[in-house]
């Protein structure tokens, strides 16, 4: 029987990662689209959400099914209750890149322009977060997790400076409020793409080490 329970454990554990790989893979085309201004990429988004939302039933199913049948102790527990948590984490990412997608079609709109921010920079350190917080994930490590806890003030930073700018911009040139306005909102959206990734961190932290680090920075 506890071959059977850990072979379940393996499903769900795979089954997670491909939710994670179609939540990373929305992300990228999301800023791809940001980046060449091809609305077509946006349409990509929006129809992998269906895809993404559904395997995040099916992941909490078996999740809630193992639960139930086996009653798991210790560390098998934390595992699942973890696998929950980050399921839902990263159908929140998904659900970033569709807002990210829908604010890169509104700019299509409008003219093109240099802005005072770096989006892609911005995404490339989130999209590290998330990279790094499910490699801990896999690997089942948790120094790896705090290093992840560790990246987000720089992602806030940066958030913070993409807010001052544009809003400067907004107050010197009110023609270019749309554009910027947009912008403005990428970078939040992409900030709590960063906030999942730091939840996920702390998930694979519980797991393992059985400590429950959300809101305590003191670990580090």
């Avoid at 946006?42 to 099914?65: G, H, K, T, Y």
């Avoid at 890169?104 to 920079?121: C, Q, T, Y």
């Avoid at 003030?153 to 270019?176: C, H, R």
């Amino acid at each position: 029987m506890r071959v059977k329970f850990h072979q379940s454990l393996d499903d769900l554990k795979e089954k997670l990662l491909v939710m994670a790989g179609m939540a990373e893979q929305a992300i990228q085309r999301s800023i791809e689209a940001y980046r060449t201004r091809d609305l077509s990429i946006c349409e990509l988004v929006f129809r992998a959400e269906p895809s993404i939302n559904r395997l995040e039933r099916e992941i909490d199913q078996m999740a809630l099914d193992l639960l139930a049948m086996e009653q798991p102790m210790a560390i098998d527990l934390r595992f699942i209750l973890s696998v929950i948590r980050i399921n839902a984490d990263l159908e929140r990412v998904g659900d970033q890149a569709v807002n990210i997608a829908v604010r890169v079609r509104e700019m299509g709109a409008f003219a093109n322009i240099d802005l005072p921010v770096d989006i892609p920079k911005l995404a490339s350190l989130s999209s590290a977060m998330v990279r790094k917080s499910l490699q801990a994930f896999i690997e089942g490590d948790a120094e790896l997790a705090e290093s992840v806890l560790r990246l987000d003030d720089q992602v806030d930073e940066m958030n913070d400076a993409a807010f001052y700018a544009l809003s400067s911009l907004i107050k010197e040139k009110p023609e270019l409020t749309p554009q910027s306005l947009n912008a403005l909102i990428i970078a939040r959206n992409l900030e709590r793409v960063g906030d999942h990734a730091t939840n996920i961190a702390e998930d694979v932290i519980f797991w393992v080490r059985g400590a429950d680090v959300r809101h305590n920075s003191s670990v580090l």
